[in-house]
């Protein structure tokens, strides 16, 4: 019955270097988001994982950004080269998606990034 | 995938009635409309989902009209602890969920 789940909670990290943020989705949820959040500003759409479709990339801002979701379940952000305007909150959330258009996200309690 | 336009920010006092209202002019007949609730620093949370006429949770109220171009979500008697940013989505067959800016409800005692 555990919701979703995020690790680290916070994560400060010098210039250049590479970072992975970690994701468990509710157990039994297809679906699962990546979403990144600065400081006073709305959601920002990064990655979507569905099953085993391919993934939509279309949010990711650069080449630095990449994510994996291993087994149909955890999911790992990682971004490369680690910039300051990388710093935000990156959210995860995970739905039981089906066809119809209700998709309820549960979203994670974030990972805040502050990047040196 | 429909955009929405809803008001950056409102102001409220404890036990009056909040009405937000969000503009989805483009929303397609498969699109529902999800209202989201976003605390510092949490996660948004889901409150309430609709596709016409009026839903009514133990959180909320969605007024839907006919042509489905708006909605409102309404809280009732608010309190301190209402105050967040509030989210409206359309979502439909797409899956994707675009947030935008959201709706800053402060709530004063």
């Known amino acids: 019955g555990a919701g979703v789940s995020q690790s680290p909670s916070n994560k400060v990290t010098e210039k250049g270097k590479d970072v992975e943020l970690r994701c468990d989705p509710i157990?039994?949820?297809?679906?699962l988001y990546w979403y990144r959040q600065s400081l006073g500003q709305g959601l920002e759409f990064l990655i979507y994982?569905?099953?085993?479709?391919?993934?939509?990339k279309s949010g990711l801002p650069s080449d630095r950004f990449s994510a994996e979701r291993t087994g149909g379940s955890v999911s790992t952000l990682t971004i490369q080269r680690t910039q300051q305007e990388d710093s935000a909150v990156y959210l995860c959330?995970?739905?039981?998606?089906?066809?119809?258009?209700?998709?309820?996200?549960?979203f994670g309690p974030g990972t805040r990034l502050t990047v040196l | 995938l429909a955009k929405t336009t809803q008001p950056i920010s409102m102001d409220s006092y404890e036990g009056q009635e909040v009405n937000i209202t969000c503009s989805h002019n483009?929303?397609?007949?498969?699109?529902?409309i999800t209202w989201y609730q976003q605390f510092p620093s949490q996660g948004p949370r889901f409150i309430i989902q609709?596709?016409?006429t009026k839903v009514t949770n133990e959180v909320a109220s969605l007024f839907i009209p006919a042509d489905r171009k708006s909605s409102t979500l309404s809280l009732p008697r608010v309190s301190l602890s209402d105050t967040a940013v509030y989210y409206c989505?359309?979502?439909?067959?797409?899956?994707?969920?675009?947030f935008g800016t959201g709706t800053r409800l402060q709530v004063f005692p």
């Open positions: 989505l359309v979502e439909g067959d797409t899956d994707k969920l675009i």
């Open positions: 994982f569905q099953g085993n479709s391919a993934p939509d």
């Open positions: 483009n929303i397609a007949t498969n699109d529902y």
């Open positions: 959330a995970s739905s039981s998606w089906t066809s119809g258009g209700t998709d309820t996200q549960y």
């Open positions: 157990s039994g949820h297809t679906a």
């Open positions: 609709g596709y016409k």
